[in-house]
């Protein structure tokens, strides 16, 4: 842990604190403000799909399944059973790690694109149950008047974002832990893996069940920030968008997902002036990226530093 | 009794219209999956360009400049869709997947890479043509055929023979021509095939053409029939791939039974439970395919994938 401090990693959260603590003061609009606390919900999101995807290498085009889960779960348990948003929450989290835990019943069975199709379609079912579950969803009419669990905007970026980094933290020690290399073997050759004593079926459930979990505490905070919670907020749309993070940072490191996240957050914003051809550029965009930086962004970066040297 | 039988023979019969709808879309999939191993998130996309091009073919260029009648003039655009299907398919094929090929891309990067297709389609053709919906009317569609207790509209009794001749087509295609017989050896092994002196970067191209223009004939045929936004494409894109699991990544035959299957079950699913269940029905029975038949109703013989 005095290595924590005193090395580069130290160095890296005391700016990433100092980052966090200035921006809602740097972008002081409530515009921009509410951007932010999408950024940090969506960082939140891309952290979860990573370790699924990157670190134990499961094709999953389900997590905005996860996230919807979690948005609803709690919203219900606080507006219909009036419980306390901290423990909806944890009741919230628990629901979409279960779940998360029966998706990966498919991921010990299918591989590759067949559980790439499979986790789409747990999404589309998923969705479906809220649009037609009318008693208890409200259906496509939606539920309004949500209230967010502290205040203000700048408090739920800081509550949010620092929710985010603790999540961060802890995840770089599970990757970097004798736990990231059982996942990591996994992703390289399971068969090899088994053979050295590793079972696939329990680690695939705890990392489909972790990235459920985290996904599930980003929908947590997502109703009671619009204030509204409809179905069509966890289309399968969702899941690509945080595909499209994790790849463009940089899938299987820590701070790739994080760097996409940041990006594809505020690039649509930035491109707003562009009007209509804001979504053409940001789809050209993520074709260009995948085809010439196959590494997403981290990579392009050290391969850039490398060059330099 | 006889009225019940009705019933079933002619949500049976609107099945299988649907149905058709979905091979032609899903039969793309399947062909550039069996020869590529790969997937094109954008497939369902080319159904709206195809949608779209036949609708100006029709209505604005083939009656008011040419002056065709209205039948002839709606035949003439199933043409402008397969050719803007197959000119799309090249450039995507050109543009996408030959430059990831060259990298030696994985299974992964080619979906991402075909999604960013899919977003600026979708977003182009918004840019276009609007969000509001297009009015696709098709003589045939006016036209009502009756066998005894039995309707339907000339529009279906042109879907399902145009999806019969494209199918004998792509059969007499494989089996009796070069190419054909290519195309087969490059889906069975890439780099014999390459050996044996099969161009397979022609092959692959020329897949990826045929794949696009089926899709943009379904796209033509399809527009008069639902409503016609940038977007109708795109909401077929999840049911299309859950027909090419239930009959087997890869394989044609299974993908055309598992289209009409599915088409056959969507009409039932309307007539006794409702239209809102139908993706849930369509996506609960591909779930119970994967795990009680993972390698869908017709196997190959594909083991690394299951």
């Known amino acids: 842990l005095t290595s924590f401090f005193t090395g580069k990693k130290g160095v890296g959260f005391l700016i990433a604190l100092i980052v966090i603590a200035a921006a809602p003061w740097l972008l002081s609009t409530s515009y921009w403000r509410g951007i932010l606390v999408l950024c940090a919900m969506n960082v939140l999101l891309a952290l979860s799909l990573n370790l699924v995807m990157g670190y134990t290498g499961q094709l999953n085009l389900g997590q905005s399944a996860f996230f919807g889960i979690g948005a609803y779960v709690s919203t219900i348990l606080i507006k219909t059973y009036g419980w306390n948003f901290w423990l909806a929450a944890l009741a919230a989290v628990g629901a979409a790690g279960l779940v998360g835990v029966a998706l990966a019943a498919f991921a010990v069975r299918l591989r590759g694109h067949y559980l790439a199709i499979a986790s789409l379609g747990f999404a589309v079912i998923t969705y479906q149950v809220l649009v037609n579950w009318e008693s208890v969803t409200q259906g496509v009419r939606g539920m309004y008047g949500i209230l967010p669990p502290v205040p203000n905007a700048v408090a739920l970026f800081y509550l949010v974002a620092g929710i985010g980094l603790l999540v961060y933290f802890l995840l770089d020690n599970l990757v970097r832990s004798p736990v990231g290399d059982t996942l990591r073997a996994i992703r390289e050759d399971e068969v090899s893996a088994a053979a050295l004593g590793v079972n696939g079926a329990v680690w695939k459930a705890f990392a489909f069940g972790l990235g459920a979990a985290i996904a599930g505490l980003a929908g947590c905070f997502y109703p009671g920030f619009v204030g509204t919670l409809v179905p069509d907020a966890f289309g399968i749309v969702e899941s690509f968008t945080m595909m499209a993070m994790v790849i463009v940072g940089g899938m299987g490191t820590m701070i790739g997902p994080v760097i996409g996240a940041v990006v594809l957050t505020f690039l649509p914003e930035l491109l707003r002036g562009f009007g209509e051809l804001r979504l053409m550029i940001y789809g050209v965009a993520l074709t260009l990226v995948v085809i010439f930086m196959p590494g997403g962004i981290v990579q392009a970066w050290w391969g850039l530093k490398n060059k330099l040297r | ?306």
């Open chain 2, 1 to 306: 009794v006889t009225d019940l039988l009705a019933l079933v023979v002619q949500q049976s019969v609107n099945g299988i219209y649907l149905g058709c709808l979905y091979v032609m879309v899903a039969l793309g999939l399947t062909l550039i999956y069996g020869v590529l191993n790969q997937i094109n998130f954008a497939h369902a996309d080319f159904v709206t360009v195809g949608a779209f091009a036949a609708f100006f073919t029709a209505t604005r260029f083939a009656t008011k400049a040419l002056g065709i009648p209205d039948t002839g003039a709606y035949l003439l655009s199933l043409f402008s869709a397969l050719g803007a299907g197959a000119l799309l398919g090249w450039l995507v094929s050109a543009a996408v997947f030959a430059p990831l090929r060259r990298r030696g891309a994985d299974e992964l990067r080619p979906l991402i890479a075909t999604i960013g297709v899919s977003v600026l389609l979708e977003n182009g053709q918004l840019a276009l043509f609007g969000p509001i919906p297009y009015q696709f009317d098709s003589p045939l569609a006016r036209e009502t055929i009756r066998l005894g207790p039995i309707f339907f509209s000339g529009q279906s009794a042109l879907v399902v023979a145009v999806s019969v001749a494209a199918i004998v087509a792509l059969y007499a295609f494989m089996r009796f021509t070069f190419m054909g017989k290519a195309l087969r050896a490059v889906a069975q092994d890439r780099e014999t095939a390459g050996l044996m002196g099969i161009n397979e970067n022609l092959v692959i191209a020329l897949t990826i053409v045929i794949a696009s223009a089926l899709a943009g004939v379904a796209g033509a045929m399809l527009g008069p029939v639902v409503v016609l936004t940038p977007f109708t494409g795109a909401s077929l894109i999840v049911k299309a791939f859950a027909i090419v699991i239930i009959g087997g990544f890869g394989n044609m035959e299974g993908t055309i039974i598992a289209g009409l299957l599915v088409g056959i079950i969507e009409a039932f699913t309307v007539q006794y439970l409702g239209s809102g269940l139908i993706d849930l029905v369509v996506f609960a029975m591909l779930l119970l395919m994967l795990v009680v038949r993972p390698t869908g109703l017709i196997a190959e013989h594909k083991e690394e994938n299951v």
